[in-house]
């Protein structure tokens, strides 16, 4: 089996050479297997001659491009550690990353050169950062080096290097909403046992073409990235996500497949002549990274676009529960069973599993699973025990097995002893034909402890907060039901779609309405 993920590239380059491997749609650039391992292996020289060595970490700041998979295959191959950086972050959020993961070079695309340069201002607050490596620069800053020139300059022989799978392949930072990120950390072996696990779960064929919409500092973009190269298939890069590129790109480059979070999902739905579009290609949509609502489901399903429902984490390199396409009207809501060479438990505060129809916290086992977090034994400890990963993620599984995520045990709102998930809210409101988003958080109560309380995006202006109510009453139980709607312009979210709630309590701080 393959030790080094870079492996199956430069395999995939001698078998196939000429067959597409990435398109990106921002340049218009085209490669081959065997011209995007060459341009790898430039790379890889080129890190080495700036010192970068084996165990060693390389952060990155950009866009999704060509650049950002050659420089990630170009770390795997010399053994150095990928740091993907999420764009949205501060130049302080960034700093406390680069100097937590002794990041020792910073590539950068040159959107992120304010940010940069505020990072190297303050470098004695990363002092292991030495080298600044500019992408796409325009040459004004004589402290960066040119990505394109120190790559152009190597040579394409495949770089020596004897990796084991136990070698460090990534360290991935969580987004940081309730507190200083953690750094999530795969190895080689656990990054290829989360691809050999969705490509004995997924249907996916070597004629793929795959759209990555997602920011590949994501794990719902990275492995996919990874597991795609490994196929053979073809990768459609978006520099950032655009509903309207998108129903573009299913016609143009005849997309096979992609995935989109429920928010991107229904983005899509509201460009305003998508149906004018042919995606008749198109197989099918995985979506995750929070409930899915039924309505939207729906949608898509009157469109003949099959929703593939996936669950995982970063901690897991993905994988967790998975629903096929073809059950997604049958298992309306379910996230499905577990991939292949996933087992999926739900368990109590105890730790005890609980019966069908019962929520409980969701617990993974795989060899996929992460190391554990950078620098951090205690919150691996909480994360990981006895091998099993605790995802602080509230589901309930039927007597099939099928599993349905409810909420994050953060976000759960307990109303007067009772349990109120505020996904089961939010998936009522999606549902009222004036309601183009919504978001449920939890409100202080003098005679419930917390109220449920909706924040809501209105289609066409403001909608009467009555009717919102009135909407809900019918198909939730009084201790469900909203106490109070506002409206908002936008729902504020994290990269993968996730409504910020931390940051909706702030503006919303309550009390509930009695």
């Known amino acids: 089996m393959l030790t080094n993920i870079a492996d199956a590239l430069r395999r995939r380059a001698w078998i196939r050479p000429h067959t597409e491997a990435m398109v990106d749609l921002e340049s218009g650039t085209r490669l081959s297997y065997g011209e995007l391992n060459d341009r790898v292996n ?6 080495m001659k700036l010192g970068i060595g084996h165990g060693e970490k390389i952060a990155l700041l950009c866009f999704n491009s060509i650049e950002f998979v050659e420089t990630y295959y170009a770390a795997a191959k010399i053994g150095a550690v ?8 501060t130049a302080t959020e960034l700093k406390f990353i680069l100097g ?14 304010p940010v940069t340069d505020e990072i190297y201002s303050d470098r004695a607050e990363v002092p292991l950062l030495e080298s600044f ?15 394109e020139q120190i790559r152009k300059a190597e040579g394409t022989d495949e770089p020596q290097s004897n990796i084991s799978g136990d070698d460090l392949l990534t360290i991935v930072y969580t987004s940081g909403t309730t507190g200083l990120p953690k750094g999530v950390v795969h190895s080689h072996a656990t990054a290829m046992a989360g691809i050999m696990n969705c490509l004995s779960t997924f249907d996916l064929g070597p004629e793929e073409r795959y759209l990555v919409a997602l920011p ?24 950032q996500f655009d509903p309207t590129a998108t129903w573009d790109m299913f016609q143009s480059e005849r997309i096979t497949s992609a995935l989109a979070v429920p928010a991107m999902l229904n983005f899509m739905l509201q460009v305003p002549d998508f149906k004018s579009r042919d995606y008749s290609s198109l197989r099918g949509i995985m979506t995750g990274a929070s409930p899915v609502p039924v309505e939207l489901i729906n ?7 099959e929703i593939h429902q996936v669950y995982g984490m970063t901690e897991s390199f993905g994988p967790g529960c998975y629903l096929p396409g073809d059950e997604a009207t049958e298992r309306l809501g379910s996230t499905g069973k577990g991939y292949l060479l996933t ?6 505060d105890h730790g005890n599993d609980v019966a069908p129809g019962v929520p409980g916290q969701i617990l993974l086992k795989g060899a996929h699973n992460m190391i554990g977090y950078w620098k951090n034994p205690e919150a691996t400890a909480e994360m990981l025990i006895d091998e099993w990963l605790h995802t602080g993620d509230i589901g309930i599984a039927d007597e099939d097995g099928y599993v349905t995520i409810h909420d994050r045990l953060k976000d759960m709102i307990i109303s007067g002893g009772e349990n109120v998930y505020p996904a089961e809210i939010e998936n009522v409101l999606l549902s009222h034909p004036e309601v183009a988003d919504a978001a449920v958080i939890g409100q202080p109560s003098e005679a419930w402890g917390e109220s449920p309380f909706a924040v809501v995006v209105a289609s066409n202006g403001i909608v009467d907060p009555d009717n919102i109510l009135e909407h809900c009453r019918d198909k939730l139980a009084g201790f469900k039901l909203p106490k109070g709607v506002a409206f908002i312009d936008e729902i504020p979210r994290n990269p993968t779609g996730k409504p910020l709630k931390r940051i909706l309590r702030e503006q919303f701080p309550g009390p509930a309405p009695e």
Not at 42 to 47: N, R
Not at 216 to 238: D, E, I, K, R
């Open 100 to 113: 937590n993961s002794e990041s020792k070079a910073l590539f950068f695309g040159k959107e992120f050169g």
């Open 216 to 239: 590949l500092f994501h794990v719902g973009a990275s492995t996919p990235l990874l597991l795609h190269m490994y196929n053979g298939s073809t990768l459609v890069l978006m520099r």
């Open 82 to 89: 990928i740091v993907p950086l999420n764009w949205r972050l």
């Open 343 to 348: 087992d999926v438990r739900i368990v109590d």
């Open 299 to 305: 949608a898509y399903v009157e469109l003949n676009i």
């Open 42 to 47: 430039q790379t890889a020289h080129a890190l």
């Open 133 to 147: 490596v500019e992408i796409d620069g325009d040459g004004s800053r004589d402290w960066a080096i040119s990505h």
